[in-house]
Every structure is written in structure tokens, then in C-alpha cells.
């Protein structure tokens, strides 16, 4: 029913409601009591049960600790923000708000675009009976990434295929129009950068989870014909 | 509500047709005759998948309609296997099924082709959907299954074995969920740079395999004792599933990253 609540609140709202303190207290409470029951399930030998709770905790665990992340996130090292760049363009610079104007904080590495590439469909049939260009296929940032270090190195960052950079997950989010200062047309991406040092706990838990799904399908399976007087979920 | 005049439309339709004359032959005790329908019906459901998959260029399953067109195809495998795991005949209830669903995409969604988004070119895309699509059917199943418990018609014994068939059918139906919400949150992760967007069809996805989630705690707390709650948790869950199918990628109230028609 709470899920279903926040459904209704939209995705920000209900985002922001539960990384408020109280509701991540609530959740820290929540975690510890289904792992307590993984742990009684584990010396009660039912380890289907045991490897659902603990994967379950552990995945809201992973989460409070990509929360924890967020909230001690500094600008000499953020945790999420973006970056808008036209073709030739150096940053290490993070920046948040729907205008990215709102500094988040500096990467410890920096990334040049060498060009952002917007691929279409073929233009078939029916593109030409409506009259417009074909859909887009593919939207990719090529970028020369430089790590203290290191050589620097080219890499393709598209959708679907983020690229990973000292603890940092880079995405291509988005892309828009814009002009020079000779008012000529340009294209710029925009990059979303994230770190979320929770997330192989989150994927532990999901792999958890799912093995203990299975073996709980296992074990329903194997029942074939009911016995009277017995029965359990 | 529109008829669809082209080759796809009739496809769907000659499905359609397939399963009501299964329906029919089921419930005047053609048995032999059902089943070759019910066979009939599921190879015409193929061809209209496959059909639209060589037609649009890319796997069916990128909005409602190719979802339903799929799920319309997944009913027979599913229900072979009841058969052969249970030992119950259940063409006549899936056929009906396959009317239900098969009604939105043969008269309400629209079957125009778009190409792929960048967004959707992933190899989690077939996974994700198709634990989806059988997840469902399987749940729907789950849930026809359970109504001779909910009136408690047939004999102790008759009771004992439909619920042996709900219950591995809800557990087969919960894993195919859970696959489907993992492969989405690992996909959100890849994709949109977090594995849970608080996107509302994903807290209903949420709510509804909580749901399923509650349906078994319950059956361990209470057994079989209470046959007529554990049936109306499973037709809760089916709503909650219609719900997430439909009114949350069609209603603007929840807009988020999985609308689409």
C-alpha cells in the first residue's frame, strides 16, 4: 500500500520523501528485522527463506549505504552530477538543477568531448509519407578521459553502455541545441556522472534474492501429492 | 475501438476465433476437439508474434500491444505445463484468458510500428519483458485456478489438489516477478543511471510482488485454513497486475520512464 502511495507522490516527490532521515531510520529498522528473520530462518534449516530475507536486506542496505554516500557527498568528491559539452570541450566540473547551473563539485579526472555523434534510422517509406527525419538510433559521446596517472584515452560513452572512470559511472543522459558566441548552431551532450559504493552490495543482494526465489520454487515443486494434516506455504 | 484491417489484424482475429471455439468445445465437453484448437489457437498466436517481429524489424515486445500479443502466445506452454504438472486440464479457463487479453490488442491499442529508442537497445530488453509476459500469464492463471477454492466446489480431495496447482503455479508465476524486477533494477542501473527511479510503474511493480510476497507469508501463518482469503489475495494480486499493465502506462497522473501505448 506504501508503494502504491508513493506511486501516486511521482518519482521526485516519492524520491525525496524516503531519502528524508526519519524514513531512512525507519527503513535501517526494517532491514535489521528482515535479516533477523533470515538469520531464524537459516537455524530453523530453511534457507530458501533465509537467502530471500538476507537478500532483501541486503538490497535495502545497499541503498541506505547509496544514500549515506549522497548525504556525505563533498564538492572535492560529489557522489552524483552532469556536465554539458559541446564538440571540444575540457571539464571536470559537476553541476546539478534542471539548467545545470547549481555547482556539485570536481572529479578527479577530467574529460574532453571529441565529438557527440547522433546517429538516425534509415529514412524508410513511411518516414517520407509524414514528411521528417527518421528516429534516432543511437546518441554517442566520444571522449578523451584523463586520469592522474595515466595516458589519457579515447572511449565511447552511449546509451545502454555507460563507461566506468575511478568509481564513477558516466552516462550519456541527455542532449539539447544550442548556439556559439557567432550564433551558429551547436549540439552539446550532457553526461551524468554517479558513484554509488552500495551497489555490489545492492547486486549481492539481487543475485541472494533470486537464488533464494529459486530454491523456494524448488521446494513448492517438489510437492507432488498433498498429505493430509500437513501443509506449508 | 477500431477493427484492424491488415494482415496482423487478422492474425489476432483468427486467434481470437481459435480461442473462443476452445472455450465452446470446452464447455460442451469436446475434449479431444478443445485441445486441437487450443493447439490451433497457440501456432496462429505464434505466427502473429513472429509476424510482427519480421514486420517491425526488432524483438515484439515494445509496447501494450506486442506485450499482449505476446502474452496471448505464452498461454499454451503454460498451460501444457500445468498439465503436465499437475495433471489438470486447464484450456477452457486459459482460453477464455486468451479472449481477455487478446481483446485490448485485436480492438483497443493502436499497432503502429516505431523503431527501437536507444534506450531500449539493450540485451536485457528480451529478459526483462518476457520474465514479464510469462510472469503475468502465470499469475492470471494462479488466479483462475484458485476459484473452485473460492466456492469451494469439488471434493477434500479435489480442493487439495487444485490448491497444490495454485500454489505451484502463484510460486512459478512470483519467480518469473522477481526475475522481471531484478533484470529491470540491473537494466535501470545500465540505462538511467540508477537501479530505482521511484518511477510509479516501478513502485507498483513493487506493490505487486510485495503482494505476492504477503500471499505466501499468509499461506505459511494460516495453511488451509482459510481457502477464500488466500484465493481473494491472489485476485488482489491480479488486479494490482492489471493495474501496472495499464491504467499506470496510460494514465498521465503517473507519468514516468515506462510510458508508453
Redesign the interface.
Known sequence: MFSVWLAFLGAERASEFMSATAMQAILAALTIAICYSGVRAVKRRRFDSAALHIGCACVMAGWLWGQHTIRTATSENPAKGSMALVDGDVSDTLWTGTQLTNYVGRLPFSIRLERFIIEHYEQNGFDREVGRMAPIREYRSRVTVTEPGKAPYVANIMVNQPLYVCGYHIYQMSWGNTVDRFRRPMVYTVLQFSRDPGLPLIYAGFAILFVGVMLFTVRVFRVKKPEAGRDAA | MTLKMTLQGGLIYLTFVFFLATALAGRFSRKSLSRWFWAAAFVSAMVSVTWRGLHTGHPPMQNLFEFFLCMAAALWPLSQWSRW?NGIDTETRDALLGLVILFPAGFIFSED???L???L??PLFIPHVASYVAGYVMLARAALLALPLMRKSGTESDL??A??AV??TA??G??LL??GL?LG??WG?????????????E??S??TW?MYGGY?????KQ??RNHRALAALLWLGLLFVVLTLTW?NLAR?????HNYA
Not at chain 2, 497522473?253 to 520512464?257: A, D, M, Q
Open positions: 504438472k510500428v516505431r523503431r529508442p536507444p534506450a537497445q539493450s487439495r489438489t490448491d497444490v500454489r505451484q510460486a512459478a512470483f519467480v522477481t526475475a531484478l533494477a540491473v542501473k545500465i540505462c538511467w543511471g540508477h537501479y530505482w527511479h521511484f518511477d510509479p510503474k513502485m507498483w513493487l506493490a510485495l505466501f507469508h499468509s499461506r505459511l495453511g488451509l499506470i497522473l503517473f507519468s514516468g520512464l
